[in-house]
């Protein structure tokens, strides 16, 4: 089974005879380590078992290589990282926009919003726009946005400052971090 270098996820892989060492530290099939070995010998012992040498530690000194199946050592490697994405959270930002003259009930109907995307684990960036007068008086979106801000104080948490651009203030707010009692 002679093959060339194979990438798996953006990593190469020298196999067979493209290890380019004069030595290596061997495992063999059965996963036990061998020791320091010459590449020859290694490649004899791989190609009498019928699998390929494939070199997975080529920073270490020596370097290591395994003996096993590339195609079926190849498998393995995209399957461990396919479960690692899995496993990955993924976090959206989710936007709630509000004026400066909102009325309480349609300001606790955006904070029940933004409590939502927060206990789903999005970030929840605010959002107040202004338009004419009411330029003149960012204080009033501002006092709005730290009344959200209160009332989501117990799940989540500032990320950075206010800050102002053109007609809008901004805040986002991330979830904290739930500890775990075990």
Known sequence: MIARGGTVENKKFCINQFIRVPEVRLIDSAGVMVGVVKVADALVKAQSEGLDLVEISPQAKPPVCKIVSFSKFKYEIEKKEKEARKKQK???????????????HDL???IKHARAFIDAGDKVQLTAMFSGREMQHKDLGIKVMDKIKESLSDVAEPEGRTSSMGTRVFLTLVPKKKIKIS
Do not use: T, Y
């Not at 993924?90 to 309480?104: A, C, D, T, Y």
């Open 90 to 104: 993924n976090s959206h930002m989710k936007e709630v926009r509000i004026r400066p003259r909102i009325g309480n």
């Open 108 to 110: 606790e109907v955006k």
